[in-house]
């Protein structure tokens, strides 16, 4: 077997583990948590690491798979009023819903990807690379996430919800994500080069 194809068969052994991971956490209660009137998720998690390991275009796919799922839930188990506008089915917005559930999550995945190989090239530590990631990435997501509701729903209107995004939503997320990509990424990095 070439390097080449080694390389290929990795990278698509990685992308189907995280997906299935993605799975996994959208299909049981273990990647939306829900404290009302949002719910925190965890499915950024995965798609943050993947982009980190594999690249932009890995990352955009994972990112893919996660608004795909997060669109699922938001039409068959709504969690509460928000997750309502992400359902093109009940929001009354068919498009901007699809948007607001896919377009975040893509960018979500291509952002970590591309933050930390800026990282890299500007010589950070390779924690720091991964932390400076994951921590521009969760925040550029909820960002978009809330502009999307304000620019299609003029959801600004609700602001207790709003006030729990940013504060505990968000907070739990960034904290999450950066930790845990941290934690996997390195590891995993070390362990590949070992075996080159």
């Not at 997906?19 to 049981?28: I, K, S």
């Not at 949002?38 to 390991?53: E, K, Q, R, Y």
Request: aromatic share 6%; proline share 6%.
């Amino acid at each position: 077997m070439t390097t080449a194809t080694t390389r290929r068969t990795t990278r698509l052994t990685q992308l189907s583990l995280l997906v299935a991971l993605l799975a996994v956490l959208g299909f049981t209660p273990l990647g939306f948590i829900m404290i009302p009137p949002v719910s925190i998720t965890l499915m950024h998690i995965p798609v943050i690491i993947g982009a980190i390991l594999l690249g932009p275009l890995d990352g955009a796919i994972l990112g893919g798979v996660f608004g795909c799922i997060s669109l699922f839930k938001a039409v068959t188990t709504p969690g509460g009023p928000v997750d309502l506008l992400f359902s093109p089915a009940a929001s009354g917005a068919p498009v901007s819903s699809l948007i607001m559930c896919l377009a975040p999550r893509i960018l979500l995945g291509v952002i970590a990807a591309l933050v930390y190989k800026a990282a890299q090239r500007a010589g950070m530590r390779p924690e720091l690379c991964i932390g400076a990631a994951a921590a521009i990435a969760a925040v550029s997501h909820t960002v978009m996430v809330l502009g999307c509701l304000w620019i299609f729903f003029q959801a600004i209107a609700l602001k207790e919800v709003f006030l729990t995004i940013i504060s505990v939503n968000g907070l739990c997320e960034l904290a999450a994500a950066i930790i845990l990509s941290v934690f996997v990424c390195r590891p995993v990095q070390i362990f590949l080069k070992a075996r080159r």
